[in-house]
């Protein structure tokens, strides 16, 4: 049987629309690439070459819970709405208009580390809520929970060591993300899917097991003792993460030297190398203070003095945060007797980390509703986030409408010009294409 030629045709990268090219006359002048935000024209007959630089743009951050993703992931993949009983049409017109939106350039909804770890746990559903969410993504992932609160720190750190009120703003929303927000979206996207090993997707469920039961002692805790001011609880939660920093960072010494007394450094070395975060913390927090000059034997003392400084429990991530704990703590003590479910913890990373550079939140009815309630209702309105949740997704559809009606035409237009008119047709068959990819790849 004779071998198939293959033979490389480098028309195939060039994609409509096709216009009329200026140095041939034939209607083959189209895209080949919009790279940093500089859209490539190339003609298909004579090979000619125009560039335009794109005008800068301004898109919506979003973030969508996994709760949401999980909803649209269910009408799209046709395995997955056959299991599903019951249907809901109005998460296929979100995704319609959530999809629509992003192709116009007017939004971005990134991943995160909770999206993939979460995703995760649906092993058989894994590679759907995966295509979709980096679909949504555009090429942008929100950072590590403790990396925006490490921002924030570094920035609490200066203005206490020069004895100066921290400036938040200088904390943008390009600093929480690793992508670029406000880039024009390629026609392109390679992505590369690691996997996961089973004990690691083993050792994640563990964690999260081990992190709802102290969870639920610590809502045993609350509702036992009954009433205490919220002042009260904010104030014991927002110096937890001195207290768990300091205290990690003791511990984990005391053992590494237990652990590693007569042993090599070769041991000692890979013991260093994966402390836990809050070990790390201190550590970056020493390390900056010897760089400013503050002697070794006072360098623990003055991270401890930092940490628990003004400065410090004020940074956004830590006082949402704390602010969202004793809102729960004040519900146990009220008498609720239903234990948040176990992503709680995921949930008050998210929200308390990503919230003050959000322009929308899409979360759990339980977390709109708290984020409701006083003092955090005035804390959020700080940052101007709108808030929204299964209780109020009429009003998520009336907030995406309002978006694309804010559209400046000229702004369509160009999209049209770029993409093509089709480019902002839903991508409803997404995910049978995944499922038909996969099937063509095991066979």
């Given amino acids: ?47 000619h070459d125009e560039r335009e630089r794109l005008p800068p743009l301004d898109k919506k951050l979003i973030y969508l819970d996994q709760m949401v993703l999980s909803n649209i992931a269910k009408e799209l993949d046709p395995v997955w709405r056959e299991e599903t009983r019951h249907r809901d049409e109005y ?43 980096k679909h949504l993504a555009s090429g942008v992932r929100l950072r590590f929970h403790h990396e925006v609160l490490m921002a924030q720190l570094s920035e609490a750190l200066e203005a206490w060591l020069t004895d100066r009120d921290p400036d938040w703003s200088r904390i943008a ?43 639920q002692q610590l809502w045993e805790r609350w ?8 002042e009260a609880r904010f104030e014991e939660e927002r110096r937890g993460v001195a207290v768990a920093a300091l205290q990690s960072f003791k511990t984990h010494f005391e053992r590494l030297h237990e652990a590693t007394t007569g042993t090599g450094a070769g041991a000692v070395l890979m013991q260093l190398m994966q402390p836990a975060w809050p070990v790390r913390l201190v550590s970056w927090l020493l390390n900056r203070l010897e760089e400013r000059g503050v002697a070794r034997e006072d360098q623990l003392q ?17 006082h949402l945060g704390a602010l969202l704990f004793a809102g729960l703590a004040r519900r146990a003590a009220s008498g609720q007797k239903r234990v948040p479910s176990r992503g709680t913890p995921n949930d008050i990373r998210f929200v308390a980390a990503y919230l003050p550079y959000c322009h929308a939140m ?32 009429d009003g998520f559809l009336d907030y995406l409408a309002r978006l694309e009606a804010e559209a400046e035409p000229s702004h369509v237009d160009l999209v049209d010009r770029t993409y093509g008119e089709t480019w902002t047709e839903p991508y409803r068959s997404m995910l049978e294409h995944e499922r038909s990819k996969r099937a063509c790849d095991r066979s």
């Fill in 1 to 47: 049987m004779p071998e198939e030629l293959f033979v490389f045709d480098p028309k195939m990268f060039i994609t409509g629309p096709l216009h009329p090219c200026p140095q041939c006359g034939s209607v083959e002048l189209g895209t080949l690439s919009i790279t940093n935000n500089v859209h490539t024209r190339r003609c298909r007959n004579c090979f």
């Fill in 91 to 133: 998460w296929m017109e979100a995704f319609d208009r959530i999809d629509r939106l992003i192709k116009l350039q007017l939004i971005v909804c990134p991943d995160s580390p909770i999206h993939e770890i979460e995703s995760s746990y649906l092993e058989q559903h894994e590679a759907e809520l995966r295509r979709l969410y």
């Fill in 173 to 215: 929303r390009e600093h929480v993300v690793r992508g670029d927000l406000d880039r024009w979206s390629e026609r392109w996207r390679v992505t590369v899917n690691m996997g996961y090993w089973l004990d690691q997707i083993d050792s994640r469920r563990e964690s999260r097991d081990r992190a709802h039961e102290k969870f």
């Fill in 223 to 230: 509702a036992s003792e009954g009433h205490v001011s919220f």
């Fill in 302 to 318: 003055r991270a401890a003095d930092f940490l628990n400084s003004e400065e410090a429990l004020s940074a956004p991530e830590n």
């Fill in 362 to 393: 899409f979360i759990d009815n339980e977390f709109a509703q708290l984020l409701k309630e006083e003092p955090l209702a005035t804390a959020v309105k700080d940052y101007s986030t709108e808030i929204f949740s299964a209780s109020s997704r």
